[in-house]
């Protein structure tokens, strides 16, 4: 069984372009992100932001942004 990486917010802010820890917290609040707590320590699995990922990409892919000209 291969194994997931697992980052923590500052690592999964880094990952996800070098967004705002606030940012990845904020997500993981309204449930974009589901985290892992391993004792009191909050872990996002490598797996879950390649997923949250390709979810923007699918979302950004078929829905053209208000205001852009086609």
């Known amino acids: 069984m291969a194994t997931d990486a ?13 967004i705002s820890v606030w940012t990845v917290r904020a997500w ?13 320590r909050t ?5 879950e932001l390649m997923r949250f990922i390709e979810e923007g990409e699918k979302r950004h892919s078929t829905d053209p942004s208000p205001g852009w000209p086609e």
Do not use: Y
């Not at 697992?6 to 070098?18: D, I, Y």
């Not at 872990?43 to 797996?47: G, L, T, V, W």
């Open 6 to 18: 697992l980052h923590s917010v500052e690592s999964a802010a880094r990952f996800l372009g070098g």
């Open 28 to 40: 993981l609040s309204q449930g974009r992100i589901k985290r892992t707590k391993i004792g009191r």
């Open 43 to 47: 872990m996002i699995r490598e797996s």
